[in-house]
């Protein structure tokens, strides 16, 4: 950058290169010689331009844990308004109001979220449609659940009912032995 006499804060080497102090620390981050000349500076200007640097990756690091710290605010306030939907959907469910359950698991679908609640949704919507009577859209999601994540016993419990109320009772076994 151009040196504005007068305005700028600059530091010379020992054959008079001016050079802005902030620039200067930077620069002697990497080198201790004048980039012009690569004269040595002074013992006491580089211990300075060290301190400067330990201050500002200080403030850096200060920067990064404030940023980390703010997100890890922020996952667990989104983990949060997930606990809370799935209770109210467990709610709704108890006092058998399951088609207001389902229109707030349709609404919720486009929300961003991890693939375990993805899942949950998925578990929710079979179980509620299971228990609405809905076999037909229960077994769709369930096993949509089961092809993600094989291991979800509960998923295939609630398959295995749907099947045998449709009288499948072949795949209602099957479902039912891989919920043990």
């Known amino acids: 950058m151009d040196i504005i006499e007068g305005k700028d ?37 580089i211990t300075q331009s060290k301190n400067y ?9 200060k920067d990064q844990l404030t940023i980390e710290r703010n997100e890890t605010i922020k996952k667990i306030a989104e983990e949060m ?16 109001d399951y088609d207001v359950a389902i229109e707030k698991l349709l609404a919720f679908e486009d929300k961003l979220m991890t693939a375990v609640q993805k899942q949950k949704i998925l578990f929710l ?21 089961v092809k993600q994540q094989y291991d979800y016993p509960e998923a295939f419990q609630y398959l295995g009912k749907a099947y045998q109320e449709l009288g499948l009772d072949e795949k209602a076994k099957w479902a039912f032995d891989r919920a043990q």
């Open 9 to 45: 804060i600059l530091t010379e080497c020992p054959n008079g290169h001016p050079v802005h102090e902030e620039c200067l620390s930077e620069w002697l981050h990497h080198s201790p010689n004048c980039p012009l000349c690569s004269e040595s500076y002074p013992a006491d200007l």
């Open 53 to 61: 640097i330990e201050q500002k990756e200080r403030e850096q690091n």
């Open 81 to 96: 308004v997930y606990i809370k939907f799935f209770n109210i959907i467990e709610t709704l469910t108890e006092k058998k």
């Open 125 to 145: 919507k079979g179980k509620i449609y299971y228990l609405k009577g809905r076999y037909d859209m229960s077994i769709g999601h369930l096993f949509k659940l």
